[in-house]
């Protein structure tokens, strides 16, 4: 058995991945050459170099990027101010990140979860529900690149088409990118709010997969008419966000090490990628299937028809394995991802994830 146990559970950077000595040096030098100001309370929209640096990369107005803590934290701000704006239904893909789907049943939110496949979220099931409901959703929530939990991409003619849909119907769009960077092979595609310009679409990100995750520095390029409200938002729950860590991240980009220290974090999620995919092609019975994501931190794993997950996690857990069954990527009753499991390989070494697959398949 091993030990500590392999987690296939954690969608988080494994501690070799995160930067912590080029970190330290960064917190040193903001600290010292910018004093209290680094320290202090600040304006609720966050440290302007770093604002100034995310609109230079998106393309759009330093005035519409807020830092938030975390992109998390961002996604409430931004479903509450969604709702109280345009109260109704929330889209989702199906499956999709499972803490947003808890803020919103939190909240009593109705969640309609849209079918998706290999390419994505399935735009006739989008415009398939626009038609069947005309009362205008809230908004759709996606994750168009190496999606958490199926580590699928959306494929560019269907980011088109979406957006197109969303044009027609006046649909707002939340689009959470935490993964796009984060990418092993393949050319970078057109984000939504790209192709749509931002009127409807909302772009969110954060430097918890290309930095680290525990400074809490998320962003959100937002509508430029919703961005007072957000930052009212900001400013009435935490007051100011903290400074030392977004201007630590703003240090470690002006110093150089951002893109230097990402090739280093995708080279080696790639070969954590390859382990998984090499082991599950060499142990996993037939019948079973899995995704084959370029980038990101996760694989999609549908079981032999008439397996049921639960039952597979209990035994793993007793064996020293753990991961996160499908159907909690799901609204609650939907009864919907009984056969699907989340993999992460980020966090455990190549041997580790053998190791860990192995027992999996054993169990099969
Ligand atoms: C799709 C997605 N969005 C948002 C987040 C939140 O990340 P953070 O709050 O660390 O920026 C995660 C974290 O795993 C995620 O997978």
């Known amino acids: 058995m091993p030990d500590p146990p392999i987690s296939f559970a954690r969608g988080a950077p494994a501690p070799e991945l995160i930067p912590a000595a080029q970190l330290a040096e960064c917190a040193y030098a903001v600290a010292e050459r910018e004093g209290a100001k680094v320290f202090a309370y600040g304006p609720g929209v966050g440290y302007a170099p770093l604002r100034e640096w995310v609109a230079d990369q998106r393309g759009v107005d330093p005035a519409r990027v807020v830092l938030t803590v975390g992109g998390l934290q961002g996604f409430a701000f931004h479903a509450a101010e969604q709702l109280a704006r345009r109260p109704g239904r929330v889209l989702v893909e199906a499956p999709s990140y499972d803490r947003p789907l808890k803020i919103l049943a939190r909240e009593g939110v109705e969640i309609v979860a849209l079918r998706m496949d290999d390419e994505g979220l399935d735009p006739d099931a989008l415009e398939a529900e626009l038609r069947r409901r005309p009362e205008p959703p809230s908004f759709l929530y996606t994750i168009p690149t190496f999606q958490n939990p199926s580590g699928r991409s959306l494929s560019t003619e269907r980011r088109r088409r979406i957006v197109e849909i969303a044009v027609a119907h006046r649909l707002a769009i939340l689009e959470d990118d935490p993964y796009g960077l984060v990418r092993y092979e393949g050319d970078a595609q057109p984000s939504l709010l790209d192709l749509e310009g931002g009127e409807l679409v909302t772009y969110a990100s954060s430097f918890s997969k290309t930095a680290a995750p525990g400074l809490r520095v998320g962003y959100f390029v937002l509508p430029a008419d919703t961005v007072a409200a957000f930052e009212e938002r900001a400013v009435s729950t935490y007051i100011s966000p903290p400074f030392l860590t977004q201007a630590i991240i703003s240090e470690f980009i002006e110093r150089g090490y951002f893109e230097p220290n990402l090739a280093r974090v995708c080279a080696e999620l790639a070969a954590r990628r390859d382990a998984m995919r090499q082991a599950l092609e060499r142990t ?81």
């Open 284 to 364: 996993f019975p037939s019948g079973s299937s899995w995704s084959r994501p370029a980038g990101g931190y996760f694989v999609w794993l549908e079981l032999p028809s008439g397996m049921a997950t639960a039952d597979l996690l209990a035994r793993a857990e007793a064996e020293g394995v753990a991961f996160v069954r499908g159907q909690d990527f799901y609204p609650l009753a939907s009864r919907l991802g009984l056969g699907s499991v989340r993999l992460a390989f980020s966090y455990e070494t190549p041997e580790r994830i053998e190791e860990g697959i192995e027992i999996l398949a054993n169990l099969l």
